[in-house]
Nanobody
Framework: QVQLVESGGGSVQAGGSLRLACTAS????????MGWFRQAPGKEREGVAG????????HYTDSVRGRFAISRDNANNTVYLQMNSLKPEDTAMYYC??????????????????WGQGTQVTVSS
């Protein structure tokens, strides 16, 4: 069983930055893709960014492209989400996800096998 643990959430003013981290632990994770999702109250879970752990190829939803950057540290089974120029509409619970096979869109939640518990990001105006 794979456990994903997120960290780095918090409160920040608009225009600020945060860096989220997600570390996979438990059984050795040998999957190939990880991603970040977010869910605001009353809204559906949204794919934010995804990355291939071997290829390093990344994808972003349009609303964060140019402001957020996803990266990975394969040696430590950790994926990061650097969030810059944060906006109040970025406020949400952010979840890390992992899948064994990089099949399908990296921004669709149903394609992922494992999920973290989430970390809250709050951006004030």
């Amino acid at each position: 069983q794979v456990q994903l643990v997120e960290s780095g959430g918090g409160s920040v003013q608009a225009g600020g930055s945060l860096r989220l981290a997600c570390t996979a632990s438990g059984s050795t994770y040998s999957g190939n893709c990880m991603g970040w999702f977010r869910q605001a109250p009353g809204k559906e879970r949204e794919g934010v960014a995804g990355i291939g752990l071997i290829s390093g190829v990344s994808h972003y939803t349009d609303s964060v492209r140019g402001r957020f950057a996803i990266s990975r540290d394969n040696a430590n089974n950790t994926v990061y989400l650097q969030m810059n120029s944060l906006k109040p509409e970025d406020t949400a619970m952010y979840y890390c996800a992992a899948k064994l096979v990089c099949r399908g869109s990296s921004l669709i939640a149903s394609t992922y096998d494992y999920w973290g518990q989430g970390t809250q990001v709050t951006v004030s105006s």
